[in-house]
């Protein structure tokens, strides 16, 4: 064998198991054939919605001249400390040079987002990781080249490749339909409704999710999509329009739906668990049962009550960035309807910057015991107020357009990590236990 052969034999390279993986699937990632003790940066990148997402973590290799995630101790100088498999994917901020409140998200889920694995020579920090360059005149900015020693594209997706996806436009609704695959003739899964918060528009990421664990669901748009208002003006209508809607689909097990909602989105979706009979379990993430100030709701025609805005206080910090400090009104929360007995399932994060756990707690202490029994309350220390599906980075602050500033959100890295992957598990147990039992085989 040739001295080149066996050049290329021994050359570094990523390992990654498996190479394309559901966003909440934990991957395998090793270096091998590394010079052993020597010291080496590892790092992953992305460029989405025309954005950079970066992340990086700094390893001494193994006397075996590897690097295995699973086992080796990243070390404090990087982004991240400790034995972290998913580390290079929940530690990702936005790039240097890129304005303060980016956040890493997908619109459409059809698609996977494409992470590239990326191992250099010695310990390396972001002025020699992202470097600017010129291209026919005009100045760049990228992943350096220099000392580089392999790469890897990695394929991570909200949609499994065999879950349908459907657009929705019937009556008012505007959404996206996501269905498990392989559902014969007969053959029914529970139905979850998902939004997500005042951004607006249509994000299918979790609800391409839930499909791919079995549920069918449905991303439902509800302001700033298509022809929906651009306003925060909503109906009790249509929102139990989209409900029946779901339930009506032959492929949804009978007996009521369920609905998951992040902030403005866990606002409504409360709501409608406590007061629309063929919501059965309603999961509200970041937000108390009561409605937000500037938040116009209406059933029936009739408003219902929402915060007063002197129970809001803006806070600007010296970066510049807002957060919120609200005094909850007691009475303004919401009640529950004795026509139906739904299960709630409220997620906080215990460093939220808008919200706190005593503001669900002070609505318990109202509750008789028969509600409170059927309410679940989970406050995860070190979240902040975006708690997002498994191994998705930590959004401590973005633009909000009702602020009219970058607002700050509160979390840190490593513990919002662990509370999403633990939330999680704890939503998709929580909506198969409460809606599970009306879920049919096929007959055939």
């Known amino acids: ?32 054939n590394l010079l052993p003790f ?41 982004l991240y400390v400790g034995v972290e498999s998913m580390g290079l994917f929940w530690s990702m901020v936005s790039v240097p040079g890129q304005r303060t409140g980016e956040r890493l998200y997908q619109s459409e889920a059809s698609e996977p987002l494409a992470f590239e694995i990326r191992v250099y020579d010695g310990h390396l920090c972001w002025d020699e990781l992202w470097v600017k360059y010129e291209e026919r005149g005009v100045i760049k900015a990228g992943c350096s080249e220099e000392n580089l020693l392999a790469k890897k594209v990695v394929l991570r ?3 499994a490749p065999d879950v349908s996806r459907i657009v929705v436009e019937t009556g008012r609704i505007r959404g996206t339909l996501f269905i498990p695959a392989g559902l014969r003739d007969g053959e029914t899964r529970p139905g979850v409704i998902d939004m997500f918060g005042s951004r607006g528009g249509l994000l299918e990421m979790r609800a391409a999710l839930l499909a791919s664990h079995g549920f069918v669901a449905m991303a439902l748009g509800y302001f700033y999509y298509k022809d929906l208002p651009t306003e925060l003006r909503f109906e009790y209508e249509y929102f139990e329009e989209a409900a029946h809607w779901l339930q009506s689909q032959p492929n949804v097990a009978p007996g009521g739906i369920g609905m998951v909602g992040v902030s403005l989105g866990a606002q409504i979706t409360l709501y409608m668990g406590l007061n629309c009979p063929i919501v059965k379990s309603a999961v509200g993430i970041g937000h ?3 409605f937000g100030t500037g938040t116009k709701f209406t059933r029936a025609g009739q408003l219902v009550p929402c915060l007063n805005l002197q129970c809001i206080s803006i806070v600007i910090q010296n970066d510049g960035m807002r957060s919120m400090q609200v005094e909850y009104d007691l009475e303004k929360y919401f009640t529950f309807n004795t026509s139906h007995t739904p299960s709630l399932l409220i997620i906080l994060g215990a460093e939220d910057t808008m919200v706190k756990g005593s503001d669900v707690t002070k609505w318990l202490d109202t509750l008789s015991d028969a509600d409170r029994s059927m309410v679940e309350v989970a406050v995860y220390e070190g979240a902040g107020h975006l708690i997002e599906p498994p191994h998705a980075p930590l959004c401590s602050a973005t633009y909000h357009k009702w602020l009219k500033g970058v607002a700050y959100y509160g979390g840190t890295p490593k513990l919002h990590a662990v509370a999403q992957e633990e939330s999680w598990k704890r939503i998709r147990d929580f909506l198969w236990n409460t809606l599970g039992k009306g879920y049919t085989k096929s007959r055939l």
């Open 157 to 159: 997706s909200y949609k």
């Open 38 to 78: 020597t010291s080496v940066t590892i790092s992953a990148w992305i460029e989405q919605n025309g954005k950079h997402f970066g992340s990086y973590s700094h390893y001494t290799v193994s006397e075996h001249g590897d690097v295995d995630l699973s086992k080796e101790c990243a070390e404090p100088s990087g």
């Open 1 to 32: 064998m040739s001295n080149n052969s066996n050049e290329k034999e021994m050359a570094v390279r990523v390992e990654c198991y498996p190479e394309e993986a559901l966003i909440d699937q934990v991957i395998s990632i090793q270096v091998l």
């Open 288 to 290: 108390p049962p009561t």
